[in-house]
């Protein structure tokens, strides 16, 4: 029994001197974006994926060319940076993917159907 206190003490001291879990930095895409609300829920409108377009990380979303995305908000486009919409991907044929919201360059897509302006700046 002894050995097994010993045992789970060493690993617990192990643990915190050496943590497993590191970050990765990821640089803010805008400081304002463009909303129909104070929260950016309801839809701004509805565009289409002209190109594909793969996520290069967790905060984008994968389109494939043609497919239908509802837009819910869109980045102020600042210095360097490209323009940058955040929407989900509309249709049953994407249905694993509905409901995921992320961003995707404006320029790969083209505005279908506008709902309500977007005069809101979040």
Not at 101 to 107: A, H, L, R
Request: contains cysteine; charged residues 20%.
């Amino acid at each position: 029994m002894t050995q097994h206190v010993n045992l789970v003490a060493l690993l617990l001291c192990l643990g915190l001197m050496c943590p497993v879990v590191t970050g990765i930095f990821m640089d803010k895409l805008a400081s304002r974006k463009l909303c129909v609300d104070d929260d950016c829920v309801y839809t701004i409108s509805l565009a289409r994926a002209e190109e594909d377009y793969n996520a290069p990380d967790c905060r984008f979303i994968n389109i494939k060319k043609g497919q239908l995305i509802y837009v819910y908000s869109k980045l102020v486009k600042e210095d360097d940076s490209g323009e940058f919409w955040a929407g989900s991907v509309y249709g049953e044929q994407y249905e694993d993917h509905m409901g995921t919201v992320g961003y995707f360059p404006s320029s790969l897509v083209s505005e279908q159907h506008v709902y309500q302006e977007a005069n809101k700046t979040v």
